[in-house]
Each structure stands twice: as structure tokens, then as C-alpha cells.
């Protein structure tokens, strides 16, 4: 997924300012985000639509990708998904969003799970927004 | 985004990457490749690249009751046009491939095993035939500590690596979760060994490719 025009994602903080965010998956610019209170964040779908997030203390994203070491297609980065987490109190609501063509592209598949969930707890604590 | 860049050992798997005296191979990932066999005067460390029938002629014999490591894994360097020896594979020790990061991941780093580039399937022989657990092909993270003798057969610290379950894949950074370089640091190098082990009297002779994949993300 890869737009010159629309960034990837919109993040409305609480002070009423904006910031957008990169403009393809390989450079997201989620590292660059203010360290400031995120009212709502809106995320721009492979369809073009948007899911917006909103209500959370804290943010993280990710971007997923395979590279293959031997076969045919070996050392091409591949994305396979992207990832939203929403935290509040004990609870993680996650979001993974398919980017594989004929397999999962633009499916969603929510859960929520507890803070102290192991996939929760290896997630770089550096990028919570 | 973090890009991830195979190394494998050429010279002494008791060396990390950047020790005094290492040398590791960059794989070039579009042309190199590796082959896993038992070896033969034509098939080894500095011959040309290897013919289909020079790669029959040294393939693996299955033992008929006791349980057969593959010997060697080589990789053909494209660039140097000669087979590279992996140092260490199979063997107690800790540096033998590594993987480089050139940045922060977001989680955990892990290997994985395939029938193909499809990543959905894992019913070749090699892998088990659609059960993990009976998985020839035996990895172990040696990113914190040596893997211990005899780690790829039965009973040692292997993991059978097939397809994405928790208990097939291996962890990268010895289940610590995601990567974070310090401050200076250029990149992050994770370790791990790959053997691959037969059953005793497997009865299937085949000659067949999987696919190793490092799957990771980024924020």
C-alpha cells in the first residue's frame, strides 16, 4: 500500500492539533509522533477508508513483515500485516489489519486482551504513543 | 522501517559479529543460496557450484537405526562463484547465523520453517508431513547462550521449527521481546543454529526445499 498523496494515518491530540503521519508502510514516521495525549487516531485502510481509534491512554502501532532465507522469493521484504492497539486500564484492544494480496487484504480482525498478555508484554515499550 | 541482513560464519563460530578475528559472509539473499548435504570431493567448501547430479551423488544416506544429522550446510556465495562452509552448523555453538538489524523492532524477531514462499502450509517430509512436532529441520536461539551438545537430536534444546505456532517457531532473542538499539549502535545481530536431523529408518527418500523466513515488524 503506497500513496504519494494521503498520508497513512491522522492523529488528532487533545491540545486540538494534528499531526499526519508517513506515507507508506516502510516509513510510517510513527517514532516522530509528539510525546502529547492522543485524542483520537485515524487510519487510513488498504480501501481507502479509515478506522479511527479514540478513548485510549496509549497507542502503538506496527507494521509486520516477512523475508524469506532460502525458496524462490528469498530476500524480498514481504508485509503481512499491520497492527493497532488501543490501551486502556488492564485491557489491549488489538487490531490486525491484512495486507496480503488473495489471502487477507483488507480484512480486520479484532480481539482484546489483557495488558499482561505475552504478546503484549515483548512489544518494544518504546513506541507506545 | 528496520531491514534484517543474513550473516553466516565462515571462519570460527566462537566469534560474534565484530569480534577481533570474525568473519562472516553477507548472504546476498537474491542470488546465494544454501544447500544442506553430506558432502563429496565436488560439493565442499571452495568448489565451483554444484551440478544436480554432483548434489545426488552427496546427498544424505538415512541410517537404518539410528537417527542421521545432516552434515554440512553450504552456501553458494554468487558473488565469489565457490561454496562457503557454514562453521558450527549442527555443532555446540553460538555463532553461526546471524541475523542483523539495522534498527529497533517492534517485536520479537522469529524464525520460521515452509513448504514455499505461500507460508501456509508445512506438509513436505522435511517438515514433518503437517505435524510440527515431527519437524526434521531443528533450530535453537544462540543469541544469549550455546545451544549445549547434541542440541539437535532427540532429547536436546532444538525446537522442530514448521509453520507459525508458538512452539515451532524460534525466538530470536531468547523470548525477550523486541529489539531496541542503544545510542551508537548501527545494528543488532540475533544468533541461532539450524540442523537438520532424519529419523532412524525414514522411509521416504526425498530430495526437497523449505523455506526459512525471518518474520519481524516495525512501528
Redesign the interface.
Known sequence: MKNTKISLYKILFKDGTIFNGGYD????E??NIPNKEIKKLYYRLPAGDYLCLGGYEKY????????????????K?KL?SI?LYGKKQDKVIVYQIGLVKD?NLGLIYKKIVNINDEEI????P??WK | MTNMTLKINDLDADLAVGDSGASYIDVDLSNDYIIWTAGSDDVKDGEDEPSEDELNQASTLIAELVETQVAHSLLFDYSASELKEIVGMGENKRYVYAFSFDGDTATEPQLEAWNDSNHNSTTKNVLGLGTPADSMVKAVCTTGALPGANWAKTGGTHINLAGSGASNVVKLNDGNGAITLLSGEGSRELYANIAIVIPDGYATPAIETFVSTIRYSWS
Not at chain 1, 508502510?25 to 510510517?28: E, G, P, R, S, W
Not at chain 1, 502503538?60 to 530476500?75: C, M, P, Q, T, Y
Not at chain 1, 508484554?121 to 518494544?124: A, I, M, R, S, V
Open positions: 508502510l516502510f516509513n510510517t510513527w517514532k502503538f502501532h506496527r507494521v509486520e513483515a516477512i523475508v524469506d532465507i532460502s525458496g524462490k522469493e528469498k530476500g521484504t503481512q497492527y489471502i508484554k515483548k512489544l518494544n518504546k513506541n
